[in-house]
């Protein structure tokens, strides 16, 4: 049962989506009594909405605008309808149907002692394996420490989840701001969190409610790295917004130069071993590193 005290509305965005499973996620969700705004990102299966508009709030946008925009775009939707708290999903998400009644008694607690709560998520863990996936914590000279959620009991404060499950009162919204609509999709919700650190708010990790995730069948094994496969289109956002963040002053500096590294070799790994796509990784790579670097945002 979902905790009285709250009243959240979910915001899932969409981009070509397998129509089966958000309409399940959206039942699911009517299920605990929270109502569904979908955002979809100029999909070409316009002429497969027609059930999605009788069972939510759907909102049509005519391009792909990206990730942050379209989470925006259902914000601001949420608040017109007078929702205090945002509940973001992926349009492959599942959950359980004590999905939100665990998040929002976890939020409740912590809420007990820390109202500068920004954020609260799940504890993910792989559809595969059943390994939990670890937690990242950032210091504010953005060294990495990973965190093993099993081994802990009640929710605990880290610096960084991802948006997908997680739950965001509309008051920290308005205070910290929105999404980064530049950013497009890459490091949205890692910039969003972090500076809702800076404005001190603190985010937090859950332990009653879980997510599952999966790494999928796209991925390169080169050495002791395990790469995964994403199109040059989504690269070429990974590797410019490394160059947004570092001259952003709420994110540390070591962590920007962590991403550069780590992207570097990413980009090298799949231009080796993707033969057919060769050309496009190296265009994408070349791109963003001189749009990085001359700041176009668009």
């Known amino acids: 049962m979902l905790c009285e005290n709250l009243k959240p509305v979910a915001v899932?965005?969409?981009?070509?989506?397998?129509?089966?499973?958000?309409?399940?996620?959206?039942?699911?969700?009517?299920?605990?009594?929270?109502?569904?705004?979908?955002?979809?990102?100029?999909?070409?299966?316009?002429?497969?909405?027609?059930?999605?508009?009788?069972?939510?709030?759907?909102?049509?946008?005519?391009?792909?605008?990206?990730i942050a925009a379209a989470q925006n775009i259902g914000i601001k939707k949420a608040e017109e309808k007078g929702a205090e708290y945002i509940i973001f999903f992926d349009q492959d998400s599942k959950i359980d149907q004590n999905y939100v009644g665990s998040l929002s008694k976890d939020f409740l607690s912590v809420r007990q002692y820390d109202p500068k709560i920004a954020t609260i998520g799940p504890v993910f863990t792989d559809t595969k394996h059943g390994f939990y996936y670890k937690v990242i914590d950032i210091n504010r000279f953005g060294f990495r420490k990973k965190i093993s959620p099993e081994n802990y009991s009640a929710p605990f404060a880290t610096s960084l989840i991802i948006s997908s499950g997680s739950m965001i009162p509309v008051d920290a919204i308005r205070e910290i701001g929105y999404m980064d609509e530049s950013l497009f999709i890459d490091y949205v919700d890692t910039e969003w969190c972090l500076r809702a650190g800076n404005k001190g708010y603190r985010v937090y990790v859950g332990t009653s409610a879980y997510m599952t995730h999966s790494i999928g069948d796209k991925i390169v094994k080169f050495l002791s790295f395990n790469i995964p496969v994403h199109s040059p289109f989504r690269r070429y956002y990974r590797v410019r917004n490394a160059f947004f963040l570092l001259r952003m002053k709420h994110v540390p500096k070591f962590m920007v130069l962590r991403e550069f590294i780590f992207n570097f070799i990413h980009q090298t790994i799949l231009i080796l071993t993707q033969k057919n796509k060769k050309k496009e990784y190296i265009h994408s790579f070349l791109r963003a590193i001189k749009d990085g670097v001359l700041n176009r945002r668009f």
């Open 12 to 66: 899932i965005v969409s981009y070509q989506p397998i129509i089966i499973d958000l309409v399940c996620l959206i039942d699911s969700l009517k299920k605990q009594g929270v109502e569904s705004i979908v955002v979809d990102n100029g999909s070409s299966v316009c002429d497969k909405f027609a059930e999605l508009r009788q069972i939510c709030q759907f909102i049509e946008l005519e391009k792909n605008l990206g």
